[in-house]
């Protein structure tokens, strides 16, 4: 999105359509960084597959920002991905306060599930791993080439049954 005079939008700033904007600012500040090393056609192609993955899984789910969602989401995900010939890596953070996961492509964190940590993640978070330096979620203590491999790890280590992954 672009302000009067073709400016990139800041906290605040009177759009085109005479609205404040706040959260397109920031949304579109870190867009920038989306595109760090990856082909543009594969982010949007990306994006717009986890955006049909966001789509369905609120659907599903009784949750705004699709807590407890992300082994779900992550599974589906890599399911479309892999139909459209787009490999990604499942990986796991495990920390003190819970689990997550999450995809990664070509060195970049795909997650439709941010939004439980933080409503200042998109819906759909696409970014380079270098960015995400530091983030306790983001932090890969295991990687899966299968959403079986990560079943039977969330089924071993007895992760409550509303949040392992489908089967399919």
């Not at 543009?40 to 993955?53: E, N, P, R």
């Not at 270098?130 to 899966?144: A, H, K, P, V, Y």
């Not at 007895?158 to 992954?165: E, H, R, T």
Request: glycine share 6%; net charge negative; aromatic share 10%.
């Amino acid at each position: 999105m672009k302000l009067k005079g073709g400016k990139i939008p800041v906290p605040g700033a009177i759009g085109t359509d005479g609205l404040r904007i706040i959260q397109i600012a920031i949304d579109s500040v870190l867009c920038r960084c989306y595109y760090y090393g990856m082909d543009k056609s594969l982010h949007d192609t990306i994006s717009a597959i986890a955006q049909g993955v966001r789509y369905w899984a609120e659907a599903k789910s009784n949750r705004d920002d699709l807590s407890g969602w992300c082994a779900k989401c992550s599974a589906e995900l890599h399911r479309r991905l892999e139909k459209e010939g787009i490999y990604a890596e499942i990986h796991l953070c495990d920390t003190e306060w819970g689990s997550h996961v999450y995809l990664v492509v070509e060195d970049h964190i795909v997650d439709v599930t941010a939004t439980q940590f933080s409503s200042f993640y998109p819906d759909v978070m696409i970014r380079h791993q270098r960015e995400m330096d530091g983030e306790e979620f983001f932090t890969t203590t295991e990687t899966f080439k299968s959403v079986d491999k990560l079943r039977e790890l969330q089924k071993k280590n007895k992760w409550p049954s509303y949040q392992i992954a489908y089967s399919r």
